[in-house]
């Protein structure tokens, strides 16, 4: 069945540094979503990518889709404290599919 | 309109007891999906509705689950004779469907499930 795998699994960065979380797909993707979950929350959705290379930006939070539509990346600038959480991409296979769920990437922030 | 709603948000049962949550999502939604989550680890897949229509259950949902949405409005989670292996966060999530769009999820709050 589909997979969706998450790299790294956790990552402690000191404030002010770059954050990247990686994404990947045993299948073609017909679009792909990020969710961000804070401690103790639920996901909370961010953004989706639909086009082959698509990149999209949201203040500091850069999202790409790559070339074969099987994987994508979050790329955060300059973390801040309010960026603690565990940020999930999520894969569907075709339009009218549910979406599944990565492993997350846990992201936390050293003062 | 308040997003969707899960009742209760905790729930605490002894093996073997049957439990049943509710999730009311967003009224103009068409869509609803039910996921579980464990600690550590992306939301899993369980089942999801199209108005009153039950699309898919997850292969890995064993026949003692089992989800309903009567008129297409509301959705219920029953799992009979709960297992130890059933705690978890159950959550409810919405969306909209178009045409030629389709638009990201909004969970609930979801409910968490002891088994003891």
């Known amino acids: 069945g589909q997979q969706v795998m998450q790299i790294p699994q956790y990552q402690h960065v000191q404030e002010g540094e770059d954050f990247t979380t990686y994404c990947n797909s045993s299948t073609t993707l017909s679009n792909i979503q990020w969710y961000k979950q804070r401690p103790g929350g639920h996901p909370v959705f961010l953004i989706q990518?639909?086009?082959?290379?698509e990149v999209k930006k949201q203040k500091r939070l850069t999202f790409q889709f790559g070339e074969a539509k099987k994987n994508s990346s979050l790329h955060i600038t300059a973390t801040q404290t309010t960026d603690v959480g565990t940020y999930f991409c999520?894969?569907?296979?075709?339009?009218?599919?549910?979406?599944?769920f990565g492993k997350g990437t846990r992201l936390h922030i050293l003062p | 309109d308040t997003g969707v709603s899960q009742d209760p948000r905790h729930k605490i049962t002894k093996r073997g007891q049957n439990v049943t949550f509710r999730c009311d999502p967003i009224s103009e939604h068409n869509r609803l999906y039910w996921y579980r989550q464990t600690l550590g680890q992306g939301p899993e897949f369980l089942t999801y509705?199209?108005?009153?229509?039950?699309?898919?259950k997850s292969r890995l949902l064993s026949d003692r689950f089992s989800a309903e949405r009567p008129k297409g409005s509301f959705s219920t989670l029953e799992i009979q004779r709960t297992e130890q292996g059933d705690s978890a966060m159950y959550l409810c999530?919405?969306?909209?469907?178009?045409?030629?769009?389709?638009?990201?999820?909004?969970f609930g709050s979801g409910t968490r499930l002891t088994v003891v």
């Open positions: 509705f199209q108005n009153e229509a039950q699309l898919e």
């Open positions: 999530a919405s969306s909209l469907l178009g045409l030629n769009t389709f638009y990201g999820y909004t």
């Open positions: 990518l639909v086009k082959s290379g």
């Open positions: 999520a894969g569907r296979r075709n339009r009218d599919d549910k979406i599944i």
